[in-house]
C-alpha cells in the first residue's frame, strides 16, 4: 500500500522559510499528480499546490503564488514545498497527497487525491 511520509515542518518566524519533504514508498508515483494542502487550527482543508506528470505542470492556490514552489524528485519518489515569507496565515498542519489514478494535470480539488500522509506542522509566528 503507498505510503506517504511528510518532515521538514517546525517552528518559524514571519518573513522565514521552511522546505517540506514527502517521501512516498510502496509505489512508484513519479507520473501521478502530487500535491499539498494544508489544514489551520478549527478550519477546513485547504488546497496549497500540486504537481503533475511533467514537472513543469503546477498548479498554486491564489495565496500560495509568488511565495511557495512545489517541486519532485522522480528518482527518489519524493516531492517537496519550498515555501518563502512565510505569514502567520500559513500556520497550519501540512499534508501530501497523491492521486491513484494518472492524470496529466494537476488538480487543487481534494476529493481527487487517494493517498494521504499524516502531515506535519508548520508554525509561524508574527
Known amino acids: 500500500q503507498v505510503q506517504l511520509v511528510e518532515s521538514g515542518g517546525g517552528l518559524v518566524q514571519a518573513g522565514d522559510s521552511l522546505r517540506l519533504s514527502c517521501e512516498a514508498s510502496?509505489?512508484?508515483?513519479?507520473?501521478?499528480?502530487m500535491g499539498w494542502f494544508r489544514q489551520p487550527l478549527g478550519k477546513e482543508r485547504e488546497f496549497v499546490a500540486a504537481i503533475g506528470w511533467s514537472s513543469t505542470k503546477t498548479l498554486y492556490a491564489q495565496s500560495s503564488k509568488g511565495r511557495f514552489s512545489i517541486s519532485r524528485d522522480v528518482a527518489e519518489n519524493t516531492v517537496y514545498l519550498q515555501m518563502d515569507s512565510l505569514q502567520s496565515e500559513d500556520s497550519g498542519v501540512y499534508f501530501c497527497?497523491?492521486?491513484?489514478?494518472?492524470?496529466?494535470?494537476?488538480?487543487?480539488?481534494?476529493?481527487?487525491?487517494?493517498?494521504w500522509g499524516q502531515g506535519t506542522q508548520v508554525a509561524v509566528s508574527s
Open positions: 497527497a497523491a492521486v491513484g489514478a494518472i492524470y496529466t494535470n494537476p488538480s487543487d480539488q481534494l476529493g481527487l487525491y487517494d493517498y
Open positions: 510502496g509505489r512508484t508515483l513519479g507520473r501521478n499528480v
